[in-house]
Nanobody
Framework: QAHLEETGGGSVRAGGSLELSCAAS???????MGWFRQAPGKEREYVGA????????FFGDSVKGRFTIFRDSAENTGYLQMDSLKPEDTAVYYC?????????????????WGRGTQVTVLS
């Protein structure tokens, strides 16, 4: 399994922006990188993902139009840019990689998970 190192996160006021990054090892073992989030008392939610081969991105409905994902293939690092943040975006965000298609929303389909990083949006 790939090892994932997440950075970024923290606290921000509603309407603000944050960027998360995810550096992944074993690039030959995966083809997509994505993000999930989990708020207290809720199930893990698909945020979005990027195809490492062609850069195509997909997003969950709750973040579409506000979040973007891009990659630095040379560094095996992906980025989740979060704009126009809302209090309901508060959650622990997890980076994932796997061989599933980027639109795969089931957490069980993703092979490797980061430890998670907290994002708190203050109203």
């Amino acid at each position: 399994q790939a090892h994932l190192e997440e950075t970024g996160g923290g606290s921000v006021r509603a309407g603000g922006s944050l960027e998360l990054s995810c550096a992944a090892s074993e690039p030959a073992s995966w083809k997509t990188m994505g993000w999930f989030r989990q708020a207290p008392g809720k199930e893990r939610e698909y945020v979005g993902a990027i195809s490492w081969t062609n850069g195509a991105t997909f997003f969950g409905d709750s973040v579409k139009g506000r979040f973007t994902i891009f990659r630095d293939s040379a560094e095996n690092t992906g980025y989740l840019q979060m704009d126009s943040l809302k209090p309901e975006d508060t959650a622990v965000y997890y980076c994932v990689v796997g061989t599933s298609e980027a639109w795969t929303t089931s957490p069980r389909a993703w092979a490797s998970w980061g430890r998670g990083t907290q994002v708190t949006v203050l109203s």
